[in-house]
């Protein structure tokens, strides 16, 4: 069988393994060179692999002893496989070869051109310390520092630790930011894979969208103003008079981070990569439904919401508010009211007009009627 043989140089593995090969057919493997061979004998405790050298590569027990039943499996007579030379042949002949060092070389040349492209890849994390998070990467051992996981960078060293605890057995999408063979050093950022992640969902999202689609989210951060939506790479902002059709004081009111919502699209803006939203518009509007409810002249309860200068607010139903202007408050002046009123006081009044088009709706607390108030 023709010997190829692949010492190891800082270059392309496949390239070397050819150009060795071709350089060197005689050669007698070393320590630390990579051949291909072809698998002759399969038993318990041992492999033999035909490397076209004098006597035939032994696979140690250890080696086997590495790998998993999977992989054991896999090995059957006439399989061509690469392994890496540990020991030259001794005085009785035997050469022994590793699987697994060769499939850890070929995992080093393959971390360092991921390195170079700057392509994602998958890792399975096994644990974690202080420092960041330990992982499985094919054949290696890899590390991603703290420092380079989303929104663990700032936290509180128990608070960290806690976080990264609950990352255990989950499986990441990284990107490789350094690769040392020699030290056996491979370390992966989450934070730099995330971050073209959302990148490129960003620029989907702004070709896709459009005004008045109805997209689903998250809820990412809450403000006195309105709360932010993630949509998928882009926030988006729902104001506060846009969430729900009743008053809210606050978002977190009626909203909790982390929730699920949807939001209709108000308005963009692609240069500053701004989007209006509005929660409450996903629902009906209840003042389309007003005039089948109530009719001018009719009195009906409610709750004072608000006492301004020129009158007070009352809710009669969830989003819909009435005014009592300051001169139909009480009978009398209006300086020396019979009625003392506040948020939160529950009270009776008449219908005086109702405009569902302009969300207006005018009530009065001024000759109510002695009989029962209707619902």
Same mark, same amino acid.
């Given at each position: 069988? *023709?010997?190829?043989? @692949?010492?190891?140089? %800082? *270059? ?27 698998? @002759? ?11 076209? /050298?004098?006597?035939?590569?032994? #696979? ?16 059957? #007579? ?9 020991? &030259? %042949?001794? +005085?009785?002949?035997?050469l022994t070869v590793s699987i697994n060092l060769a499939k850890a070389y070929a995992d080093w040349q393959l971390a360092e051109k991921l390195m170079e492209?700057?392509?994602? =890849? ?6 974690? &310390? ?5 992982? &499985? ?20 060293? &128990?608070? /960290?630790q806690e976080a990264l605890t609950a990352y255990t057995n989950a499986e990441l999408t990284v990107k490789v930011i350094e690769v040392n063979r020699r +030290? ?7 934070? /730099? ?9 960003r620029e989907q999202l702004m070709a896709d969208i459009t005004e008045g689609q109805v997209r689903s989210g998250t809820i990412s951060s809450l403000r ?23 008053? #809210? ?6 909203? +909790? ?50 006492? =301004? ?5 009352? *809710? ?25 009123? /506040?948020?939160?006081?529950? #009270? ?28």
């Amino acid at each position: 069988m *023709e010997q190829r043989v @692949i010492s190891e140089p %800082e *270059e392309d593995f496949a390239s070397a393994w050819e150009r060795m090969g071709k350089s060197f057919e005689n050669a007698i493997p070393t320590r630390g060179d990579i051949v291909e061979g072809e698998i @002759i004998s399969v038993r318990a405790d041992e492999i033999l692999v035909d490397i076209g /050298a004098k006597e035939d590569a032994v #696979v140690s027990t250890l080696d086997l002893q590495r790998m998993t039943t999977e992989e054991r499996h896999e090995l059957k #007579v006439g399989k061509r496989i690469y392994v890496y030379i540990t020991r &030259n %042949e001794d +005085r009785d002949g035997e050469l022994t070869v590793s699987i697994n060092l060769a499939k850890a070389y070929a995992d080093w040349q393959l971390a360092e051109k991921l390195m170079e492209s700057n392509e994602p =890849v998958q890792c399975l994390v096994t644990g974690g &310390n202080k420092g960041g998070l330990v992982c &499985n990467w094919r054949g290696l051992q890899g590390f991603i520092p703290l420092s380079q996981i989303s929104g663990l960078g700032q936290r509180g060293e &128990n608070t /960290a630790q806690e976080a990264l605890t609950a990352y255990t057995n989950a499986e990441l999408t990284v990107k490789v930011i350094e690769v040392n063979r020699r +030290r056996r050093r491979l370390i992966f950022s989450e934070r /730099a894979a995330r971050r073209e992640s959302r990148i490129q969902q960003r620029e989907q999202l702004m070709a896709d969208i459009t005004e008045g689609q109805v997209r689903s989210g998250t809820i990412s951060s809450l403000r006195e103003f309105g709360a932010f939506v993630d949509l998928g790479g882009v926030d988006g902002l729902v104001h506060i008079s846009e969430i729900s059709w009743s008053r #809210v004081q606050h978002p977190s009111e009626v909203l +909790r981070i982390g929730q699920q919502v949807q939001v209709m699209v108000l308005r963009i803006e692609p240069d500053r990569q701004r989007i209006g939203l509005s929660i409450k518009r996903t629902m009906p509007d209840p003042w389309t439904m007003l005039e089948d409810k109530y009719h001018v002249g009719q009195v009906i309860t409610g709750t004072i919401t608000r006492i =301004v200068d020129f009158g007070a607010f009352v *809710e009669i139903e969830p989003g819909i508010e009435g005014l009592v202007h300051e001169t139909e408050l009480a009978n009398g002046s209006f300086s020396t009211p019979k009625i003392e009123l /506040a948020p939160g006081d529950q #009270v009776s009044a008449i219908i005086l007009a109702i405009a569902p088009e302009s969300h207006h709706l005018s009530l009065s607390l001024r000759d109510l009627p002695t009989s029962e108030p209707q619902a």
